[in-house]
T-cell receptor
Framework: DTEVTQTPKHLVMGMTNKKSLKCEQH?????MYWYKQKAKKPPELMFV???????INESVPSRFSPECPNSSLLNLHLHALQPEDSALYLC?????????????FGPGTRLTVT | GQNIDQPTEMTATEGAIVQINCTYQ??????LFWYQQHAGEAPTFLSY????GLEEKGRFSSFLSRSKGYSYLLLKELQMKDSASYLC?????????????FGTGTQLKVEL
């Protein structure tokens, strides 16, 4: 199984809502990532978890709150978002954080903030 | 900082060969990846180079020259399904060996 799954596929939320994005992998990978991708732009790294601990936070606003409850799951909690946060949110995983490890991407959650 | 450049768009003919270039300027280098991304889908891994030279994998090959900060992806026997965005990504310190910084992507259109 080389699949990373993400739910929901689409999400529309208001600026006062609280919602969560979920990501799951069963490949035994110990590094998991959140990326944000705007239309016709490359993915931009947001957070990296290694062995369930936050390893990298790319100066992401606090209205995005990541959580890694166990080695298979990664969540992204959303609160008080802005319309400019509308984007495709991609989750990825790799065997380890060490270099040279292929990252497997999920299909993404397309988020629209109204 | 990191600077990774790719051509924005390329067009090629079915059955032909196309080379997509990537140049990078980074503080440190831990390897270079190529990913393919079809519209509305997740990026999928194509190749990884950490040493100079050519890596071949079926119809796809990738080349790296670390001294020149240069890589290319070569696609042979192009098929219509190869129409996609091709992303060059570099891993470099700080922040861990697998922190990917993507280039702007090259949108490849394959025509009959």
């Amino acid at each position: 199984d080389t699949e990373v799954t993400q739910t929901p596929k689409h999400l529309v939320m208001g600026m006062t809502n609280k919602k969560s994005l979920k990501c799951e992998q069963h490949m035994g990978h110990r590094a998991m990532y959140w990326y944000k991708q705007k239309a016709k732009k490359p993915p931009e790294l947001m957070f990296v978890y290694s062995y369930e601990k936050l390893s990298i936070n790319e100066s992401v606003p606090s209205r995005f709150s990541p959580e890694c409850p166990n080695s298979s799951l990664l969540n992204l909690h959303l609160h008080a978002l802005q319309p400019e946060d509308s984007a495709l949110y991609l989750c990825a995983s790799s065997q380890r954080l060490a270099g040279g490890r292929e990252q497997y991407f999920g299909p993404g959650t397309r988020l629209t903030v109204t | 900082g990191q600077n990774i450049d790719q051509p924005t768009e390329m067009t090629a003919t079915e059955g032909a060969i196309v080379q997509i270039n990537c140049t990078y300027q980074t503080s440190g280098f831990n390897g270079l990846f190529w990913y393919q991304q079809h519209a509305g889908e997740a990026p999928t891994f194509l190749s990884y180079n950490v040493l100079d030279g050519l890596e071949e994998k079926g119809r796809f090959s990738s080349f790296l020259s670390r001294s020149k900060g240069y890589s290319y992806l070569l696609l042979k026997e192009l098929q219509m399904k190869d129409s996609a965005s091709y992303l060059c990504a570099v891993t470099a310190p700080p922040g861990g060996g697998n922190k990917l910084t993507f280039g702007t992507g090259t949108q490849l259109k394959v025509e009959l």
